[in-house]
């Protein structure tokens, strides 16, 4: 069965960093695209990141390019979210999303395009 568990989230203050990991089981992360996903409380979800199969290709939301960082770890089955200079409005539930896909695509950042999913961790950017 494919899961998903992400970890790494807690309370940082800002400009401070987390690393976010995205651990796979029941599947091998080689053949599919992840993403990265956050929710704020009364916001609609957004789409923060995708790498692709390959790892060559990378996309972020203009509100995290320059600061986020997304890889992948194939041998760990992992993919991790580095999260520098974070702010106050990064305060979100963070998930990441798998879908076996080559590339991540046009449309990487909505989220119907995704049929797999973790429970999600905390992230509180906050003085």
């Known amino acids: 069965q494919l899961q998903l568990v992400e970890s790494g989230g807690g309370l940082v203050q800002p400009g401070g960093s987390l690393r976010l990991s995205c651990v796979a089981s029941?599947?091998?992360?080689?053949?599919?695209?992840i993403g990265w996903f956050r929710q704020a409380p009364g916001k609609e979800r957004e789409g923060v990141s995708c790498?692709?199969?390959?790892?060559?290709?990378?996309y972020y939301a203009d509100s995290v390019k320059g600061r986020f960082t997304i890889s992948r770890d194939n041998a760990k089955n992992t993919v991790y979210l580095q999260m520098n200079s974070l702010k106050p409005e990064d305060t979100a539930f963070y998930y990441c999303?798998?879908?076996?896909?080559?590339?991540?695509?046009?449309?990487?950042?909505?989220?119907?395009?995704?049929?797999?999913w973790g429970q999600g961790t905390q992230v509180t950017v906050s003085s």
């Open positions: 999303a798998a879908s076996r896909s080559r590339s991540c695509g046009t449309y990487w950042y909505v989220g119907a395009y995704w049929p797999s």
């Open positions: 029941g599947f091998t992360l080689d053949y599919y695209k």
């Open positions: 790498i692709s199969i390959s790892d060559r290709d990378t």
